[in-house]
């Protein structure tokens, strides 16, 4: 049984790249419980259990062996070692698209979970969302309490993909913003960030520096963007593109590109459950020209306001039907900084006697390109019960850990400074 590859979900093939979602855990796991809780979602989702073969000029999904479909690894190991090496471990070409592994301490009181996802099938949405569901079946198993959110018997519900429930177009318009937005890519073609290990032929690894804030300092920034009207994504990206300036010579204004993810999840007509194991986002590339010198907060509301337009004009599914073309005309998503943002997600609801301290979602690919000499600096932010973290993999042939540990200090003082800002003193009555 199979299923075809969209156009616009056949680009993550050549990328190979994944999600990585973990959940730092403290307490009794029951392994066949959870084993049991892995199994039910590959059986409910048939793209965990499928490889990627061709299919004509295309792709398609086509379902396992069933001595093939992946089963939860368990094993006792050290957690910060047991995370390196899954973030370095990719999914291998012709096997499955998911992965599970549980590494516990050799006492069994803290354990490491990491679900590792192949982004031709998923998104971040969806893929937090299924990571929050094994738990809440693991949580069913082991409560006794009744699952009734079975598979149907039968054929496999192959998920829709994202692009063929965008609104109709018309084909002119479709090919004026493609052209558009190709003489815009010409015309002002962004600058990257240079790498500062300079041996392409130096053996590197992915590692992760990580910046986090606590519920209280969450808080400030968001009444900060709200008091300056715009988006907390959008003083995320002005503080990254802050940090990505400072690593570029001179004082005087210079191209930069910022990519945002966009969800087009709630944005289709029907809106697309998160359940759905589909990459379903699109992505919003603006260029600015950022001096030295440059005011964060007016690169925050610039950032705000071109993504707002972007939407209100409903761009976001031109962008996405325009998608097929990136791979001929990579300058359509080539930028200076990616700035994710996922918002406000739920961690997992875990029986009592287990406790999540920590849930990360990290993206990781194969190929990094050493030789090229720069590329774009990725942050994937998103905020786990409250907590913003922003992620920076980076592979170390091209960005050193000192480098991206002095970036993302960078990033943090610059969102400090927004979240510190004085607020507005309380207007007084007038007398007289």
Do not use: K
């Not at 993909?161 to 479709?174: G, N």
């Not at 800002?421 to 007398?431: D, K, V």
Request: include cysteine; glycine fraction near 8%; charge should be neutral.
């Amino acid at each position: 049984m199979f299923r075809a590859l969209c156009p616009v979900e056949t680009l993550y093939v050549g990328q190979r790249s994944r999600a990585v979602l973990s959940c730092l855990l403290r307490g009794r796991v029951d392994v066949a419980a959870l084993s049991a809780a892995f199994d039910a979602m590959t059986e409910a989702n048939p793209t965990l259990r499928s490889r990627i073969t061709e299919d004509g000029a295309g792709h398609a999904l086509r379902l396992l062996d069933e001595d093939e479909r992946p089963r939860l690894t368990t094993r006792t190991g050290d957690e910060e070692t047991a995370y390196a090496a899954e973030l370095n471990r990719p999914l291998p070409v012709g096997g499955p698209l998911s992965r599970a592994v549980l590494v516990s301490a050799p006492d069994g009181g803290s354990h490491l979970f990491v679900l590792v996802i192949d982004h031709t099938v998923t998104d971040g949405h969806s893929s937090v969302a299924l990571h929050n569901a094994l738990w809440d079946r693991y949580r069913a198993l082991v409560e006794g309490e009744p699952f009734t959110d079975a598979p149907a018997a039968g054929a496999p519900r192959w998920p829709r993909p994202a692009a063929e429930s965008l609104p109709p177009a018309d084909a002119a318009a479709t090919a004026a913003y493609l052209a558009a937005r190709t003489e815009q890519a010409r015309r002002h073609p962004v600058e990257l960030v240079p790498y500062d290990v300079r041996r392409p032929d130096a053996a590197g690894h992915i590692e992760v520096r990580r910046l986090t804030l606590d519920t209280g300092l969450t808080t400030r920034l968001r009444g900060a963007a709200r008091r300056a009207g715009v988006s907390v994504h959008a003083l995320i990206a002005a503080s990254l593109l802050a940090a990505a300036r400072r690593r570029l010579d001179g004082d005087g204004p210079r191209t930069l590109g910022c990519l945002s993810p966009v969800d087009l999840r709630s944005r289709l007509s029907p809106p697309l459950p998160v359940s759905d194991l589909v990459p379903a986002v699109t992505t919003h590339l603006q260029t600015l020209e950022v001096s030295g010198t440059a005011q964060p907060l007016e690169l925050a509301r610039t950032v705000h306001a071109r993504l707002t337009g972007f939407l209100s004009r409903g761009d976001h599914f031109h962008e996405t039907r325009i998608t097929p073309e990136i791979p001929g005309n990579p300058a359509l998503q080539l930028a200076t900084v990616i700035a994710t943002n996922m918002g406000v997600v739920p961690g997992p609801r875990l029986p009592g006697g287990l406790r999540a301290v920590d849930v990360r979602l990290v993206p990781a690919r194969e190929q990094y390109f050493p030789g090229a000499g720069r590329s774009p600096v990725m942050a994937c932010v998103v905020s786990f019960d409250g907590r913003l973290s922003i992620e920076f993999p980076h592979f170390t042939a091209c960005f050193s850990p000192s480098f991206m540990r002095a970036f993302r200090d960078d990033v943090r003082e610059g969102l400090l400074g927004f979240a510190h800002a004085a607020e507005p003193e309380p207007a007084r009555a007038a007398t007289g």
